[in-house]
């Protein structure tokens, strides 16, 4: 039986979306001037780590810590200098370290480059290292944080859905082996942007389509004998994404064969073969 994942905060809207299918994001590579998609509340201020969010390596530390605390995501999947001792003490064996955590959000955050782009604008994290830790622009750049922080949960936590037996075995599946954690991350990043780019934001939209890619690419690791390092982490991540792009096609078929079908009337058009939610 898979684990049930706990989300973290859900994140407080500056606009009402009642009566919306899905929030009017701004297009993709347009600029921000402030956190694009939607505003999150910054409940716990990290004014001491300011500095992380100037710059691409120093965002995946700030949002692995994140993603390790109580309640999120990797809550117990992560070797934390703190737990350490716990750990071994009621003989838990979490699979990473938090090193490799941060690896695995900087890859992610490397294949999503329009959405780091939209939450930390170059002249907001220049108007942060002029203005300092409590600035306004420092302020916007830990609601971008937060929010990337935020989508890669839902990632990962669609990941544990599709996944269950896999989340919670180290020994008989890839997705915590060196080069399936690889792949996936790289696959996240893709999956976040591309959500972004089609305003599916919510942990639905990630749940439907990790669900599409489990059920065309098992991780068995009895499937991947003889694969590993940076050569098995291409192979599964062109797997991973052949197996998305099967989803895609197959519903957009389905879609435009059912649209063909129907008997729409001389002043009215098929609906958008994209899913509005």
Not at 56 to 68: C, D, P, Q, T
Not at 73 to 97: N, S
Not at 145 to 164: E, G, H
Not at 168 to 192: E, N, Y
Request: hydrophobic fraction near 45%; charged fraction near 20%; include cysteine.
């Amino acid at each position: 039986m898979g684990c049930i994942m706990t989300d973290i905060a859900p994140a407080r809207s500056r606009f009402d979306y009642a009566g919306l299918a899905r929030p009017n994001l701004p297009a993709a590579g347009a600029p921000a001037s402030v956190p694009p998609l939607i505003s999150v509340v910054t409940a716990e201020p990290r004014p001491d780590d300011a500095e992380l969010l100037h710059n691409s390596n120093g965002r995946a530390e700030w949002i692995a810590a994140e993603l390790v605390k109580a309640g999120a995501v990797f809550d117990g999947k992560v070797h934390v200098p703190q737990a350490k001792k716990l750990a071994k003490k009621v003989g838990a064996v979490e699979p990473i370290t938090l090193s490799a955590l941060k690896a695995i959000v900087s890859i992610t955050l490397r294949e999503m480059p329009r959405v780091e782009a939209q939450c930390f604008p170059p002249e907001v994290v220049l108007a942060a290292i002029e203005g300092g830790p409590h600035s306004a622009s420092q302020l916007q750049l830990e609601q971008g944080a937060r929010l990337i922080t935020r989508m890669v949960s839902y990632y990962w936590s669609a990941v544990a859905k599709a996944y269950p037996e896999a989340w919670d075995d180290r020994h008989g599946f890839i997705l915590w082996q060196s080069f399936g954690l690889t792949a996936l991350s790289k696959f996240g990043g893709r999956i976040i942007q591309e959500r972004v780019d089609e305003r599916e934001i919510m942990q639905q939209y990630f749940d439907t389509a990790l669900a599409a890619v489990a059920a065309r690419m098992p991780l068995d690791v009895a499937d991947f004998a003889g694969v590993s390092s940076q050569a098995g982490a291409n192979q599964v991540y062109s797997m991973l994404l052949e197996a998305n792009s099967e989803h895609g096609a197959a519903f957009t078929e389905l879609v435009d064969s059912l649209a063909q079908t129907i008997d729409w009337g001389k002043a009215a058009s098929a609906p958008s073969p994209l899913p509005f939610g």
